[in-house]
């Protein structure tokens, strides 16, 4: 087993970070002393705001913008953090959004637009990432979803549809990349962590 850099030779990369959970989860991995990359889509300034506020940790932050459901820009993300010398050893997929409304009320556009954020944005991200955490024989893909990807949700049928598929995504992924000692976890309120091994714990 290849073991961790220390604390502040890694680098964590939060999509969606400029406000909520995603900050929250930022200034957390600063204040252990990692170097974090704050995600964010248009809030330039609240990102800028987190930064200064994972900078009083004394931790090195590059914020940077990108959509998360286009290739092209999160390809243009990961040339920027290799230009930077900020790869990330671990990637917090928490980009996301919801809807909510009747499925007979839900828009083809609607749908696309959850499943993409939610869905391929993960996947987007983990896949340009992963490559070098492979190389290293180390790395984490933590994937924030919800208690509605396994219970569903009564008006929030397509967000409970694209958090069941960022589950199944981290399960099955979790034991593609466990023989290379790279963990992928799916966190939530009240919906447990599943690891490398398939199993779910509270």
């Given amino acids: 087993m290849t073991f961790p850099k220390p604390f502040s030779e890694q680098t964590?990369?939060?999509?969606?970070?400029?406000?909520?959970?995603?900050?929250?989860?930022?200034?957390?991995?600063?204040?252990?002393?990692?170097?974090?990359?704050?995600?964010?889509?248009e809030s330039h300034e609240a990102a800028n705001e987190v930064a200064r506020s994972c900078m009083k940790h004394g931790a090195k932050v590059l914020t940077v913008s990108a959509d998360v459901k286009s290739r092209e820009q999160i390809n243009k993300m990961q040339e920027k953090l290799e230009q930077r010398d900020m790869v990330p050893d671990i990637i917090v997929n928490n980009?996301?959004?919801?809807?909510?409304?009747?499925?007979s009320d839900v828009s083809e556009e609607d749908w696309d637009?959850?499943?993409?954020?939610?869905?391929?944005?993960?996947?987007?991200?983990?896949?340009?990432?992963?490559?070098?955490?492979?190389?290293?024989?180390?790395?984490?893909?933590?994937?924030v979803s919800s208690i509605w990807g396994i219970s569903g949700a009564s008006c929030e049928v397509v967000y409970s549809t694209a958090k069941g598929g960022l589950n199944a995504f981290t399960k099955a992924l979790a034991k593609e990349l466990?023989?290379?000692w790279c963990d992928c976890e799916c966190?939530?309120?009240?919906?447990?962590?599943?690891?490398?091994?398939?199993?779910?714990?509270?």
């Fill in 12 to 41: 964590v990369l939060i999509t969606g970070a400029s406000r909520g959970i995603g900050a929250a989860i930022a200034e957390r991995f600063a204040a252990v002393g990692m170097n974090v990359v704050i995600h964010y889509r």
């Fill in 95 to 103: 980009a996301g959004i919801s809807h909510f409304g009747m499925l």
């Fill in 113 to 143: 637009l959850v499943m993409n954020v939610n869905l391929k944005g993960a996947f987007l991200c983990t896949q340009t990432f992963m490559t070098a955490m492979v190389k290293q024989k180390y790395g984490r893909i933590i994937n």
């Fill in 178 to 180: 466990g023989s290379f």
């Fill in 187 to 202: 966190r939530s309120a009240r919906c447990g962590t599943y690891r490398n091994d398939g199993r779910i714990s509270a």
